[in-house]
């Protein structure tokens, strides 16, 4: 792998924690939010149909929830009779019905009831508020004038409701459907409301709304710990997504359908320039749900002076994009990140280079740190993201100097003509790897991560948080040809670059590398053709039409690629593609299994892999994908000849041991955010179930927490049914770990793995990243049972793999990791008397406190390279803080990683000593 195992677990999250972000603000009712609460909901007859009791249950146990937003009532058509469907059928669809009630038991008119997606409660770790954004349709079907509902569950299993209603705080509803589901009752608790005035609003500011979120106090504690509290990343990236009401002439507001138990943050803001993203003007102040005649006080905002000049000899500039706003924390792996969220300045001109900035908001930062962008044609860009200034007032941050940059001039042309296009878009980037940019152009093999997520087909994609997202990753390097079909691009990086060329009704196109140097200007051509098609026609193991495939397409340009479904005849059309060699891969996606919302590990997989077509321009070719044929694979596993209850079964692709390590560790850390292939876990009697598994060659690997070590077999699957028995026999190593003076070691970790080069470092490297994560979130991270060693140094793992070489490692405070080889077993004995020597190590402890961007600390052995010199280090901190322990006595370099961190922030050098902790201090 040539990422780390660490960083690989993060990249995955961020992907599930971006798309659960996009796709739960994804919502034709922006910026408003509607806070979740606990209301009594129970099962009962319809009233006036007859129908049954559904045996479902009610949530009431007074869950901390993200507020989502009920759409305003006038908004809502009632409901007449049956719900039309939005989604396609796949044969299994049952129905829940039932009634939405007040306190007294009065229909609710207009209250919508959405389905939530499965429950992730699975995951070892927490998610801050990430179940509440799992609703698959928030904003949900709206109740007649009774209060009827008629939704659409997904399957059969257990299912959870949310009803809401702009009056009343919201509810959860949970049950278990083998059949449609008649006769709920949801009732909604009455709603508190919080009123006042917006006092000291100046008169050129025409349009107030006052917003709301429900007080974080009550989940403080959760959020300092959880992977990522996605609250807090609303509040960072959009903070003006919450429960929203307009301020009248007078200066009055009241929130209405509040959560009585709960607090709120209140304040009020100016929504003149931003409808969706309004500027923060007054402070927010807590208030609990029912607080009359409260008052918010309008402040002016901090205004900023800046003069932008040149830097050879400090002539003013007056033509700039500028981009200005606060740096704000996002809680994540139990740290504040901070995350500079700029918006741009309406204006480009600055008459004498003069910034006046006077539409930010009011910060709430003890310390409010200002972040800036400015840019200019030739220039290179000012970027600060760490500039204190004080709370109100005036700040002069004095003369910002821009230097000379490289000049890149584009000419697009067409292909086949040579004369100029008009209108392109051209994109200049950096090019950090060249084996690396263009996957299918090879390089190294590296765990695959995707991020799938579907969605109703009624729902807008022109969401402002989206796009505000979007934005912080822009590209900004970006120019649109004129008719002489040119364009000039400041490159703001020196090195290899390459643009790229975009034009609807054209095959994007890009030039080869180059490299950005000095001050000049350097002239690049690109010639864009109409491009080739093709088309796919997928089937399935029979050569029958495949509906509803995703195909996935590479191109030959960098980043060219896309998915797409196809159509009931199994057909899809790829069209204006780059001339060149494209991959088709078809993507196999159990629909009935697959959430809205997944990260899917498609393994180590060779970036080759595909069918490989060439594109020539102005022709189309047919290719046919085909899916495998399937099976079912079932039996049991049993221990001793005793079922083995809980055993965890996965099938892989035979030999690829990486990518089986890989799988398990980040499996064990992410539980159902993650697609693991073909996988079941054994019932009381051992039995397992396997099923739409591709018809194949496999290793069928078996996890317990009774099994030191997983056990894998080669197995072949073919259509239909298979029958796999597997029978496990308890194969025992025992000995112990000693120091360098012989002396037992007690309370060493045990470890034990296949004795494999590559795939020992890989495990060493996995086994890190779950000691640092288990660390972090309290050792809830899954995986087998951890052997100790008794008092005396002995040791005992039971179910190691036999007829393989083995390695067994220790891990001790203040001791180098050690391991000893084990040559194969014969299944079901025992070998005794293996002894692990350790040496004796020291460790660092780290501090960062005071240090902004500084997420982890990475160790480098800076002392004599001998044959087998020490393998990097790292740790994540937290609390500004980290501990590294079982560090070979010498020198290493200790380094602050992070985003944004000062240049003063230099590298350290140390002197680790035998049984002894040094200390570095990075704090500001």
């Known amino acids: 792998m040539k990422s780390n195992a660490l960083l690989l677990v993060v990249v995955l999250v961020l992907a599930g924690a971006a798309a659960l972000f996009w796709y739960g603000n994804r919502d034709d009712r922006t910026g408003i939010d509607y806070p979740l609460s606990d209301a009594t909901a129970h099962p009962a007859d319809g009233p006036e149909r007859g129908e049954p009791a559904s045996t479902a249950t009610a949530d009431d146990a007074g869950l901390d929830r993200t507020e989502v937003a009920p759409p305003p009532t006038e908004a809502l058509p009632a409901a007449q009779g049956e719900t039309p469907d939005s989604k396609p059928k796949t044969g299994r669809e049952l129905r829940a019905r039932g009634r939405v009630v007040d306190a007294r038991g009065n229909g609710l008119a207009n209250a919508r009831v959405a389905v939530a997606d499965r429950q992730i409660e699975a995951l070892p770790f927490a998610v801050g508020g990430i179940d509440d954004l799992m609703a698959i349709d928030r904003a949900g079907e709206p109740t007649d004038a009774e209060g009827y509902f008629d939704v659409e569950l997904e399957e059969p299993g257990k299912f ?32 508190a409301t919080i009123s006042g005035r917006v006092l000291g609003k100046p008169d050129s500011v025409t349009s107030v709304v006052v917003l709301a979120k429900k007080s974080q106090r009550g989940i403080a504690n959760a959020a300092a710990t959880s992977l990522i509290d996605l609250g807090s990343m609303v509040d960072a ?16 507001f009241e929130l209405r359908g509040l959560d009585p138990r709960e607090h709120y943050s209140v304040w009020a803001a100016n929504a003149d320039d931003s409808v969706s993203l309004p500027v923060k003007s007054t402070l927010a102040v807590e208030f609990a749900a029912g607080t009359q005649g409260i008052e918010l006080h309008w402040r002016e905002p901090l205004r900023v002076r800046l003069q932008v000049t040149t830097a050879e000899n400090a002539t003013p500039i007056e033509h700039l994009d500028v ?36 539409g930010l908001e009011i910060p709430e930062d003890e310390r409010p740190v200002l972040a800036i962008e400015i840019r200019a044609a030739g220039r290179e860009p000012w970027i600060r993201h760490d500039l204190e200034v004080p709370r109100s007032g005036h700040a002069d941050l004095g003369t910002a100097q821009l230097a000379r940059a490289p000049i890149v001039i584009a000419t697009v042309l067409d292909g086949r003509t040579g004369s100029p296009i008009d209108g392109a878009t051209v994109a200049l980037h950096e090019v950090e790897d060249e084996a690396d940019e263009d996957s299918n152009q090879g390089g190294n093999r590296s765990i695959s991560l995707s991020t799938s997520m579907s969605t109703p087909e009624d729902r807008s994609v022109d969401d ?71 088309r796919v026609t997928t089937v399935d193991g029979h050569g029958k039409p495949a509906p509803n495939a995703i195909v996935k397409r590479a191109g030959p340009i960098p980043e060219d690629s896309d998915d797409e479904r196809s159509d009931e005849h199994g057909r899809i ?45 102005g022709a189309t070719t047919d290719l046919q994908l085909a899916f495998p044929l399937y099976g079912k694979v079932t039996g049991h596993v049993t221990l001793d000849g005793q079922p083995l209850d809980q055993a965890k079964v996965q099938l892989f692709t035979p030999g690829d041991n990486e990518e089986e390590a890989a799988a398990q560790f980040i499996g064990s850390m992410l539980g159902g955010l993650v697609e693991l292939g073909a996988q079941d876990e054994s019932d009381v009697d051992g039995y397992f179930e396997l099923n739409r598994v591709a018809a194949g060659p496999y290793r069928l690997v078996v996890q317990h927490k009774l099994l030191a070590m997983p056990s894998a077999q080669e197995f072949e699957v073919i259509e239909g049914d298979n029958r796999a028995e597997i029978a496990l026999v308890s194969t025992t190593l025992r000995g112990r770990v000693v120091d360098s003076s012989g002396n037992p070691v007690p309370r060493a970790t045990i470890g034990v793995m296949a004795n494999e080069g590559r795939l020992s470092d890989l495990t060493d490297q996995l086994g890190d990243a779950q000691e640092m994560l288990g660390a972090l979130f309290g050792g809830k991270t899954g995986g087998p049972a951890s052997v100790r060693t008794a008092a005396d140094g002995t040791f005992e793992l039971r179910g190691v793999r036999p007829d393989t070489p083995l390695l067994v490692s220790a891990k001790a405070r203040l001791h180098v990791q050690g391991s000893a080889p084990v040559a194969p ?37 800076a002392g004599p390279q001998g044959p087998n010199p020490p393998r990097e280090r790292e740790g994540l901190l937290k609390r500004s803080r980290a501990t590294i322990d079982g560090l070979l006595p010498g020198t290493w370099r200790v380094t602050l990683s992070g985003m944004g961190i000062a240049d003063d922030i230099q590298p350290r050098t140390i002197e680790i000593q035998a049984g002894k902790t040094a200390r570095v201090d990075f704090g500001r």
């Open 160 to 191: 959870r409701l949310i009803a809401s209603h702009a009056e009343h705080p919201s509810s959860n509803y949970r049950g278990e459907a083998t059949a449609d589901i008649e006769g709920i009752v949801i009732e909604l608790r009455d709603g």
């Open 237 to 252: 990236i959009a903070p003006g997504v919450g429960l929203r009401t307009d301020v009248d002439e007078a200066g009055a």
């Open 323 to 358: 981009r200005a706003g606060f740096v704000k924390e996002m809680k994540m792996l139990g740290m504040a990140i901070p995350m500079p969220i700029t918006r741009p300045l309406p204006q480009h001109e600055f008459p004498g280079g003069v910034l006046k900035i006077d």
């Open 464 to 534: 402002p948080t989206t796009a505000l997202v979007e934005d912080l990753n822009a590209n900004r390097m970006t120019g649109t040809t004129d008719e002489s079909g040119q364009c000039r691009l400041t490159a703001e990086f020196r090195g290899p670059a390459r643009v790229r060329v975009e034009l609807d009704g054209w095959a994007p196109a890009a030039s080869e590398q180059f490299e950005t140097t000095g001050i000049g200007e350097t002239p690049i051509e690109v010639r864009l053709f109409r491009g080739g098609t093709v």
């Open 573 to 617: 059309t790829f069209e204006g593609l780059a001339v060149g060699e494209h991959t088709f891969k078809l993507i196999d996606v159990d629909a009935d299994s697959s959430g809205p919302i997944k990260v899917a590990l498609t393994g180590i997989m060779d970036p080759n892999a595909g069918e490989k077509v060439q594109v020539a321009d």
């Open 825 to 861: 077993l014969t299944a079901g004995s025992t070998r005794e008397n293996i002894e692990v020597v350790l040496q004796p190590a020291g460790r660092v402890r780290v501090s960062a406190v005071g240090v902004r961007g500084a997420l982890s600390v990475e160790l480098e052995w």
